[in-house]
């Protein structure tokens, strides 16, 4: 089995910053692509940024240039540095892993506020 247990939501201000981890641990041999993906309420699930093994990246056009995602592989880390966050950024953010299956974290809620 594989978790994934992220950190860093919480609630800010407009035009702040916020840092989400998630590190996965369990039956590990190799994580394939790892990303992001929020869902706000009454909304489908989407596409944040995803990023591969070797560092190649794909980001959402909502985000472009104002979110990095970056991976420790050492760690099964990923991260997500979302900087100039709008209101709109405001959703349940989750994490995934891809194995032999695709695992997801639990979601941490970020809040901007206006």
């Known amino acids: 089995q594989v978790q994934l247990v992220e950190s860093g939501g919480g609630l800010v201000q407009a035009g702040g910053s916020l840092r989400l981890s998630c590190a996965a641990s369990?039956?590990?041999?190799?994580?394939?692509?790892m990303g992001w993906y929020r869902q706000a309420p009454g909304k489908q699930r989407e596409l944040v940024a995803t990023?591969?093994?070797?560092?190649?990246?794909n980001y959402a056009d909502s985000v472009k240039g104002r979110f990095t995602i970056s991976r420790d592989n050492a760690k099964n880390t990923v991260y997500l540095q979302m900087n100039s966050l709008k209101p709109e950024d405001t959703a349940v953010y989750y994490c995934?892993?891809?194995?032999?299956?695709?695992?997801w974290g639990q979601g941490t809620q970020v809040t901007v506020s206006s």
């Open positions: 995934h892993a891809d194995l032999a299956r695709r695992y």
């Open positions: 369990g039956s590990i041999f190799s994580i394939n692509a």
């Open positions: 990023i591969t093994r070797g560092g190649n990246t």
